[in-house]
């Protein structure tokens, strides 16, 4: 058996016990940031310039964040907790308020070495928004300091140090070496861990250096681990078994499996978060990425809306600090959370806010996606109807809006038995498809619009034949859509939401294929563990067999993730 299957078999057992009794007892680098993508990752936006208020105060303590501490050299309690809000901050992916932090550290105590080392720390590449990352140049006055007052430094922050110095080179002020930068300073990270064995935070720091070399890169799509992140996970993991409320280890292990098939791994974790950090709007928002993996949609949904009620909270406290109030990719994952589990009318509810606080242009199609959602949730719920009466704006050169469009269209004509119009969808579908801006990824972490539009293009092929009784030809559109949505690079929400397994599955049920469908339903459940529609059709697939064994399980498992559905769905797709 490979070696990272016994990694994960202890946590796997976890998991399933949770999973059972559940059943049963009914988830700002301070450099500029040139982004054309405002507010569409995971984490707060990022801004560079920060000034103290009229009292020279660049932050007050906020609630909510723990206690986690890591003990440095000062003769100042303020400068000590200053410091530890900072670091819990950076390792939450606030590193807006974790500059402030460190700032307002180095205020308390200006011969404060690892003050600054924290500053250096949060001036670094953001692990979501590394690609747009340009080095401020003001960092090399901040090393200066750093260096200036190490003498009176540990010998462990000595060593923190010359890593740090190993992430800015001042011969490189463009920073055209960053990725060398990056690789040099993780590698210095790793050999003190090999020097001080029990620093939790050293093999944190190391572990959030490597994550920023791999960002959203740790699993293929086959479920096998890639080089690096089994050594990641066990770091993590060695530290939550010392320290189950350490703040990074929660974090990172949450982003280190959610893309597995075996997300559910990071259960415990997504309830930590909530409770440990509940006013850290990031940390509480990771744990909806656990949520939504592992089937708790209701959790997801509520979870978003905390950390949103976070970030105004925090905005208030630290006027003119946060100059964002609202965060899209909460909303978005709220509504793909509300969606997956049935909830119709919260999920188009989240939908339009995230609508409207995107602003589409021809060239960024990732907007157009966020701006487009409100049709997922009306496929998904199969309302026609609305679809056909939408008259949503869409300009005539955001060519992905417009596919996703045709997509939901054509499928409300075909599953009205509207032949005709539902061709022609698709015929638009595909001439859209050749405009060369969908070839370019949303983000380099992501797949491209041309690979969703190859899916949507394949699943409306499929309906319309499916519709027409020819049903081999719909079976290997299918096919083709499964294999198109196999390809897709791992995000959160997914950036195609209708899985392909759930329509063939309910096409080979439809044909007395059940034995079939079995399959399909389980690889899909493989895949996305514990989503109902899928749960929904293994239960139909299994009694058409007249299996009996799993019968109960299955039920309990859809029951569960509909547990507050709108309706609960007929099939696995309307």
């Not at 550290?105 to 949060?122: I, P």
């Not at 109807?385 to 060519?399: C, E, F, G, R, V």
Request: aromatic share 12%; proline share 5%; hydrophobic share 40%.
């Amino acid at each position: 058996m490979k070696k990272w299957l016994f990694i994960f078999l202890p946590a796997a057992l976890v998991f399933t016990a949770i999973v059972q009794k559940r059943y049963f007892d009914n988830h700002y680098t301070i450099a500029t940031v040139q982004s054309d993508i405002p507010g569409i990752s995971c984490g707060p936006a990022n801004y560079n310039v920060i000034l103290p208020d009229e009292n020279g105060k660049y932050i007050t303590l906020l609630p909510g964040w723990g206690n986690h501490s890591y003990t440095i050299t000062t003769n100042s309690d303020s400068a000590q907790v200053y410091f530890d809000q900072g670091l819990t901050m950076y390792y939450s992916y606030h590193p807006r308020e974790a500059m402030a932090s460190f700032k307002e550290a180095a205020r308390f105590d200006s011969s404060c070495t690892m003050a600054y080392w924290g500053q250096a720390l949060a001036k670094g590449p953001p692990y979501n928004f590394g690609h747009q990352y340009v080095m401020d140049k003001n960092i090399f006055g901040i090393i200066s300091l750093m260096n200036k007052y190490v003498t009176m430094a540990s010998a462990r922050e000595k060593d923190l140090v010359a890593a740090m110095n190993r992430r800015y080179d001042k011969s490189d002020i463009d920073d055209k070496d960053r990725k060398a930068h990056n690789i040099a300073y993780a590698a210095a990270l790793k050999q003190l861990i090999s020097r001080y064995s029990n620093d939790n935070d050293i093999k944190s720091l190391y572990t959030d250096a490597m994550m920023l070399i791999h960002p959203w890169d740790f699993w293929y799509n086959n479920g096998e681990p890639k080089p690096w992140t089994m050594e990641l996970i066990q770091y993590t993991r060695n530290i939550l078994s010392e320290d189950p409320h350490h703040p990074a280890a929660l974090h990172y292990f949450i982003h280190l499996t959610e893309a597995s098939h075996q997300p559910g791994v990071a259960l415990q974790n997504a309830d930590s978060l909530k409770k440990l950090f509940p006013s850290v709007a990031h940390m509480v928002h990771m744990a909806s990425h656990e949520y939504e993996r592992s089937g708790y949609y209701m959790e997801g949904v509520d979870v978003n809306q905390k950390a949103d009620s976070n970030v105004v909270q925090y905005s208030n406290l630290t006027k003119g600090l946060i100059q964002s109030v609202h965060v899209p990719h909460y909303d978005a994952v709220s509504a793909y959370c509300a969606l997956s589990g049935g909830m119709y009318t919260i999920a188009m509810e989240k939908a339009m806010e995230c609508r409207s606080h995107v602003n589409p242009d021809a060239r960024n199609t990732y907007q157009q996606y966020l701006y487009m959602f409100p049709y997922f949730p009306m496929v998904r719920s199969g309302k026609w109807q609305n679809i056909l009466s939408d008259s949503t704006y869409i300009a005539n050169d955001w060519t992905y809006a417009k596919i996703i469009r045709d997509f939901a269209r054509g499928m409300a004509y075909a599953r009205s038995k509207n032949i005709p119009d539902a061709v022609k969808c698709l015929e638009q579908l595909k001439h859209e498809k050749n405009d060369t801006i969908l070839r370019i990824p949303f983000t380099p972490y992501m797949s491209s619009p041309f690979e969703c539009a190859s899916i949507a293009e394949h699943i409306l092929a499929a309906a319309i034949f499916s519709e027409q009784k020819n049903y081999p030809a719909a079976i290997k559109a299918f096919e083709l859509a499964i294999k198109a949505e196999d390809g897709l690079l791992y995000t959160e929400p997914k950036i195609w939401m209708l899985p392909a397994r759930q329509y063939l599955g309910a096409l080979l049920l439809q044909i007395q294929q059940p034995a079939e469908a079995e399959k399909i339903y389980r690889d899909d459940i493989r895949r996305n563990p514990g989503n109902g529609w899928s749960l929904l059709g293994l239960y139909q697939s299994l009694q058409q067999q007249q299996k009996t064994t799993e019968l109960f399980s299955a039920k309990q498992g859809y029951t569960q993730s509909f547990a507050h559905a709108d309706a609960v769905p007929a099939a696995s797709v309307y």
